[in-house]
């Protein structure tokens, strides 16, 4: 760092935008530890009070500022103008970090400001942002960072609990999900019905690529842009996917008779949340379940139909010294040559009884995941995640 005055300057200046959702908020805190981690000085506009993050937002770009970073839109389209971005007139580049399919954020990214950098925590959504909205300077891949609880990780053999799953259920909310079907021009329900059913038959396949067969098996014309506009209003089919092969593994658990902690809303409708051996939370706070992976031997994981990337419960069940069961994706294929958790394909999803049920009779081999999941861990936190960012994007934006 160079001095200013006899003073230190700070490696880089940020704008951190935080204040719309919890979890994200968790994500947030680990990418500002990390930037001043490595010098730089970060300035968190919090949402939530508008009027005292603007007053601050004022004094902080009387300096210049490398980037504001927002997650899933959080800010991106911020106006004080109406039709002006405040980050063009303010010439800062806006860093988008999108940790959930950038369909569902269409229209916020048609109208992003012109220097707009996206990251992604999917290779495929990456690919998605790169073909369908032109408008973006820079798209990446950033993938997903863990957080260990701040109520500290116990010994595995002081855990009482057996498996965790922190996820819900997308089939109690199908029908609110669903769009109006009525105004396409086309069966466009049949059509939902019959991705669907091709993403789970082939559980490689993502929406948008799941779309084009099933239009072209229903002789129903289309170009890019009507696939864009699919993926935005039939989104919620890939939630449906991912809900089925959750429901089938943890029905099978459940009636195993292996101990089950279930946090996630939607999982009242399945009768077998009833069973004694499953303790159903409902829907907690991202903090609690933090703190639940650090209490449990084994943490469950499905992808949120995630196929070149992770979820955060991947990096999180690692850090928080659990020994972490997940479905398998290309990056964590490419990432871990000899993983330090145990990976089964959701179409060989049976699996999952016996994997959990070995590893609970395997003290030794819980202790030796639990071990080899926090060191790998300590490279994939949200603190490392800044560090990338600093390294590989910021120069990249030349905002200084």
Known sequence: MGERGGEKMAAGRIVLLKGAHGNLDIFGAGLKRGFERIGYEVFEFDSSDMVRALGGLHGFVKEPVDAAIGFNN???????????SIWESLRIPFVDILVD????????????????????????????????????????????????????????????????YAGGNADAFREEAAPDFSVYDFDCEAVADDAL????????????????????????????????????????????AASHYRNIILKSLAESGVDITLAGAGWD????????????????????????????????????????????????????????????TEYLRETFANPPFEMFDLSDCGRVVDIVCGL??????????SRAGRNAAAAHTWEKRAEEIAADLIPALGAR
């Open 74 to 84: 959080l800010g991106l389209n911020m106006e004080l103008v109406e039709g002006e």
């Open 101 to 164: 399919h950038p369909a569902w954020y269409m229209d916020a990214l048609d109208r992003a400001p012109a220097r707009t950098a996206v990251l992604t925590i999917d290779r495929k959504h990456m690919d998605y942002v790169s073909r369908y909205f032109p408008n973006i300077n820079i798209c990446g891949f950033l993938p997903h960072g863990g957080t260990e609880s701040a109520a500290g990780v116990l010994p595995m053999v002081d855990r009482r609990m057996g498996v965790l």
């Open 197 to 240: 059913a091709l993403m789970i038959s082939s559980p490689d396949t993502v929406l948008e690529e799941a779309l084009p067969v099933v239009l072209g098996r229903h002789g129903v014309s289309f170009d890019a842009n009507a696939i864009k506009q699919l993926c935005r209003d039939l989104g919620y089919l890939e939630s449906l």
């Open 269 to 328: 409708i399945c009768p077998w949340v009833s069973l004694p051996n499953v303790d159903y939370l409902g829907k907690v706070s991202a903090p609690e379940v933090l703190d639940l992976m650090g209490r449990s031997k084994i943490v469950l994981n499905t992808m949120t139909w995630f196929k070149d990337g992770a979820h955060e419960r991947v990096f999180n069940g690692m850090l928080n010294g659990a020994a972490v069961v997940t479905d398998s």
């Open 360 to 369: 609970l009779s395997d003290g030794a081999r819980l202790q030796e995941i």
